[in-house]
């Protein structure tokens, strides 16, 4: 990857209130959040983390280790602190993120959006216009970093 530590970091937790545990709905082949890792992994990158809470990184292990993530586990409300606590753990400069309720997050997007992030030099970026729940976002570390800074509501 360069001279760039990236880590594609795939955020999930089972305690969404509109439909409980809907990471581990069952799809073809897996569930939705294997499908979520298994694209991700395409991805070249130096660490491979799913970021998740407490409450939730005992059930969700599993699915990461089998799909050649790392778990990380942080406070459930402050998704901020969890992404910096991983930032400063995995000791990376630039974070691919992702979500794990989307099945179809493409692989393919998330290497156009970082040829594009790396060419603009940009602190953030993302595609719009494209089909929910397949796009990623790529987040420079120091950009991360610089939020967590300036923010005062574990909402923010």
């Known amino acids: 990857m360069g001279s760039t530590r990236v880590g594609v970091f795939l955020q999930a937790r089972l ?4 439909l409980p545990q809907k ?9 939705v959040l294997q499908h979520a ?3 991700l992994r395409k991805i070249k990158a130096d660490v491979y983390a799913l970021l998740t809470d407490h409450n939730s990184g005992g059930v969700l292990e599993q699915y990461a280790v089998e799909e050649g993530f790392s778990l990380f586990m942080g406070p459930e409300d402050d998704v901020l602190q969890r992404f910096t606590s991983a930032v400063h753990f995995f000791k990376v400069e630039r974070v691919i993120r992702a ?17 594009l ?4 030099k940009a602190d953030l970026s993302h595609f719009i216009n494209i089909p929910l729940g397949t796009g990623v976002e790529v987040v420079e570390a120091s950009a991360l ?4 800074n300036e923010s005062a509501d574990p909402y923010e």
């Open 15 to 18: 305690s969404s209130t509109r």
């Open 117 to 120: 992030h790396e060419k603009k």
């Open 37 to 39: 890792l298994r694209s």
């Open 145 to 148: 970093l610089a939020a967590e």
């Open 23 to 31: 990471v581990l709905l069952p799809l073809k082949g897996g569930n």
């Open 99 to 115: 979500t794990g309720d989307n099945p179809l997050v493409s692989w393919q997007l998330a290497l156009e959006i970082l040829e």
